[in-house]
């Protein structure tokens, strides 16, 4: 059995990401989207809310799991049974970072392979920062998100900002 992972932060999960995750899943038996727990960053939903969305959102998909993880993403590859790595693409920047990680990643663990999945053309300009900043600023974020999700991002962003005003972030 071929079982990918697709890791990320996915603090929203964008259409661009549900473009990767179900390109890459007709690739392999079984895609793990792994959410990211890094506590250096401060995303706008906890790890949990990330699962959660994901879940809902993939919730038709039997041969897609979603689980959270922490630490190197070749030590939970390893622990799910898995070497492939599915990283998407949006353009050269990108591509910069991804192929640096994927060395990295291939030096910590020989056996891990990184398949680049370039994104579809209408998802090519935006990314889950630029989604949280339109919401901020009460922008219309229709098309880059699930819309089971989009009521709970512009929840977040009014909460976020009371606690920026108030103090609390």
């Known amino acids: 059995m071929h079982i990918a992972v697709y890791p990320g932060s996915f ?3 964008t259409n661009g ?3 990767i995750i179900e390109r890459a899943s007709k690739l392999c038996d079984k895609l793990i989207v792994a959410v990211l727990d890094n506590p250096s960053k401060m995303p706008m939903f906890t790890v949990e809310e990330r699962v ?3 879940e809902l959102i993939l919730k038709d998909k039997p041969d897609i799991e979603v689980r959270s993880f922490s630490g190197l993403l070749v030590d939970f590859a390893k ?3 898995s070497n492939i790595v599915v990283r998407g693409l949006r353009g050269v920047t990108d591509f910069s970072y991804e192929f640096q990680m994927a060395l990295t ?3 910590l663990d020989s056996d891990i392979e990184t ?3 370039s994104a579809d053309t209408q998802y090519l300009f935006f990314s889950s920062s630029q989604v949280k900043e339109i919401a901020l600023f009460g922008g219309n974020i229709d098309n880059m998100v699930p819309r089971i999700i989009k009521d709970e991002i512009y929840k977040k962003v009014v909460k976020t900002q009371g606690m920026q005003k108030s103090g609390g972030i």
């Open 11 to 13: 603090d929203p999960v």
């Open 17 to 19: 990401h549900l473009d």
């Open 52 to 54: 959660k969305h994901l």
């Open 79 to 81: 622990s799910v049974g």
């Open 105 to 107: 990643n291939r030096s």
């Open 115 to 117: 398949l680049f999945i």
